[in-house]
């Protein structure tokens, strides 16, 4: 049975097919990122992997003293 934020998520994923949110809105809420390449093989990426950190722009941590870089 899907949750409301499956429900949103897969919503999200047709509106913005071809963005790049899709991996930030599933890392974001703790869900890993499962994809199918065209040839067939299918790769998972959890959203605990070290891979998946964004950095914090350098002009975010000098405007702000309090951010810590992930």
Wanted: charged letters at 25%; hydrophobic letters at 40%; proline letters at 6%.
């Amino acid at each position: 049975m899907a949750t409301y934020l499956d429900v949103v998520l897969k919503e999200r994923k047709l509106e913005l097919a071809f963005d790049f949110n899709r991996s930030v809105d599933l890392f974001r809420n703790k869900r890993s990122l499962t994809e199918t390449t065209l040839n067939g093989v299918t790769f998972t990426v959890p959203y605990t992997d070290p891979r998946v950190a964004y950095r914090i722009p350098q002009i975010e941590m000098d405007l702000n003293p309090l951010l810590v870089q992930n």
